[in-house]
């Protein structure tokens, strides 16, 4: 697991994370944001989690799947969307 994207999804959660007792199921849901893009076709097996708007939407889904956020209607409707956007974005997807 790339230590800099765990250390940013662990930031970027509600209230931040600054232990590591979470480690392990953030990077499960990260490993399970990138396999969600994946089914939807975002680049498949060559998902690049440096790209920033896949970074971004990884974070969204753990973001919407660590614990039970308040907001979480909000952040599963903004995940939808910009999985949607990647999985039509030419350059993303594994579509021919």
């Known amino acids: 697991m790339n230590t800099l994207t765990l250390s940013k999804v662990k930031l970027a959660l509600d209230p931040p994370i600054v232990t590591n007792e979470f480690d ?3 990077e499960e849901l990260i ?3 990138l396999a969600d893009l994946g089914i939807a ?3 498949g097996e060559n ?3 440096t790209n920033p708007l896949i970074r971004q ?3 969204t ?3 919407m799947n660590f614990h039970e956020p308040d907001n979480y209607e909000r952040l599963k ?3 939808d969307e910009q999985k ?3 999985s039509m974005a030419s350059g993303f997807t594994t579509w021919l």
């Open 24 to 26: 392990e199921q953030i």
């Open 31 to 33: 490993s399970a944001g």
């Open 57 to 59: 939407a990884v974070i």
């Open 77 to 79: 409707a903004s995940y």
């Open 41 to 43: 076709g975002v680049n």
């Open 84 to 86: 949607a956007q990647l």
């Open 47 to 49: 998902v690049e989690i």
């Open 61 to 63: 889904y753990c973001k």
